[in-house]
């Protein structure tokens, strides 16, 4: 039974640390001495080109894991920050209020996420990319926000630009 723990427990840690598509960890670092860090991840819109976001979040060292008795849960906190990073060529998006989900990862083993949803404000001609957590007891009250310019720059629409609401 005990050859079992270890075994189960790297795979739910690896499951909490794993990405969706279009993301890549590009930065990490130890925040404090019990080994807790931040990752920053590079998230690529599968729907947008020439524009990417970098999201900061916690993760739970060993010793914090094991000082809290929480195993397998990480802190709802992120920061988002998206820019241009060349000509933009926007696909077919979904131009509704509520916009899409480009981005999740586990933040813990079952019922919390970290999200990025991207939103087009045509009023403003600009894309906003919102992270934030997904939890069942609490919501998601802890959000941040990015707003990508796109008036004036070179944008390519392949399903039509949108008019203004």
């Given amino acids: 039974m005990k050859r079992l723990t270890l075994p189960c427990l790297a795979l739910m840690l690896a499951a909490l640390s794993a990405c969706g598509s279009g993301a890549k960890e590009v930065g990490e670092f130890k925040n404090d001495w019990s080994g807790n860090e931040i990752k920053i991840t590079q998230l690529v819109d599968p729907k947008v080109q020439g524009v990417v976001c970098h999201l900061a979040h916690f993760d739970r060292g060993f010793w914090d894991r094991v000082g809290k008795g929480n195993w397998f849960e990480n802190p709802s906190n992120s920061s988002i920050s998206c820019l ?4 933009v060529v926007i ?23 970290l999200a990025v949803r991207r939103i087009y404000d045509a009023d403003t001609d600009s894309l906003m990319y919102v992270s934030f957590s997904r939890k069942i007891v609490d919501g998601s009250a802890k959000m941040s926000l990015s707003t990508v310019p796109l008036y004036g720059r070179d944008v390519t629409w392949t399903q039509g630009k949108p008019a203004p609401r």
Avoid: A, H, W
């Avoid at 241009?84 to 000509?87: A, D, E, F, V």
């Avoid at 916009?99 to 996420?113: M, P, R």
């Fill in 84 to 87: 241009q990073t060349g000509p």
């Fill in 91 to 113: 696909g077919r998006i979904d131009l509704d209020k509520s916009g899409e989900e480009v981005f999740d990862q586990n933040q813990s083993l079952i019922f919390k996420q």
